[in-house]
């Protein structure tokens, strides 16, 4: 597994960690069990960068990662967990009080005395450019409740707001092939500024691995069936904000572009993992996983050799082809 400084929080991490949303809610039924050998099979195979939530379960999800971190004391993890979102979304809940509500409920739920990352989790737009708000987070820095902060962003424009501001250490955002748009100035900016990447929703929601055809139905509970049209929250977190049609029909030419322009031997979900974390600037790519093998196959594409020139010709195509017009000028 390649390694990479996760920006200024100075932490060595994966290059491929592992999202836990999956863990908590939303993606159908996962066992207390299921949970825990996901999480020890992506240790085994290298992952050191876990990400989660205080809302994925209502925390389940962060009480699943701090009984294993607990059980791991001495692994090098790093554990990036999310806030706001159990209140309602409107900037004045974005205050030092609830802060340090939220951070010591999650410290609790993780086990921890300091949270090695708080991200602020895809808040209003206007909490971005909010000066008290920065003020609040280098003050639970101060105090000691968590080490560095960050903020995961729906849109381009969030992420530039951010990564403007000193403090921030990292910006987490959905980067995939299907949605290439912070290509073309969040990256480079973060780099710049030396801000860390977090690549969310690698494998748009499953549908990169090329598993799913136009009749796959999911549970009730799987916000890939609840959230379609945004019922729930931003529409973007559920196939990248793709119809889902559309979605399969450019999946099947993504493993297609796979199996034909790639010498190694990679799976569709395992090249487009690995075509994120090789983006220059991103410092690390967080998929979910719902079983010890997927995990298992999700962080071996941590060590997959350069992709390279024809294989993101590829990429480009299907995206101006036939995904361009459905996400490029939403986020």
Sequence with gaps: MEKQVLGRTGRLV??????TWQLGADWGTVTDDQARDVLEASLESGVTFYDTADVYGDGRSEKAVGAFLADHPDAGITVATK??????????????????EWTDRSRRNLGV?????????CPPTA???????????DTL?????????????????????????PGVATVQIIL??????????????????????????????????????????????????????GESF??????????FETGVDAADRFAELTRTSLTQNLMPAQAAIAWVWQQPGVSTVIPGARTAEQAHLNAAAGAAEVLGPLFSSGVREIYDDSIREHVHEKW
């Design 83 to 100: 806030m706001g979102r159990r209140m309602d979304q409107v900037p004045e809940n974005y205050v030092l009080a609830n802060f340090r």
């Design 14 to 19: 994966s290059v491929v960690g592992l999202g």
């Design 141 to 165: 820095v101060a105090d000691g409740a968590v080490a560095a902060y960050g903020v995961s962003v729906e849109t381009v424009d969030e992420a530039l707001t951010a990564i403007a501001r």
């Design 234 to 243: 931003d529409v973007g977190e559920t196939f990248s904000g793709v119809p």
């Design 127 to 137: 909490v971005y450019s909010d000066d008290e708000v920065y003020d609040a987070l």
């Design 113 to 121: 005395e300091t949270l090695d990352l708080v991200q602020l989790h």
């Design 176 to 229: 995939n092939a299907f949605r290439l748009k912070p290509l073309e100035k969040v990256l480079p900016a973060a780099s710049e500024a030396g801000v860390g990447v977090v690549a969310r929703v690698p494998l748009a929601s499953g549908l990169l691995s090329g598993r799913y055809t136009r009749e796959t139905e999911f549970a009730d509970d799987d916000h890939r069936k609840f959230n379609r049209k």
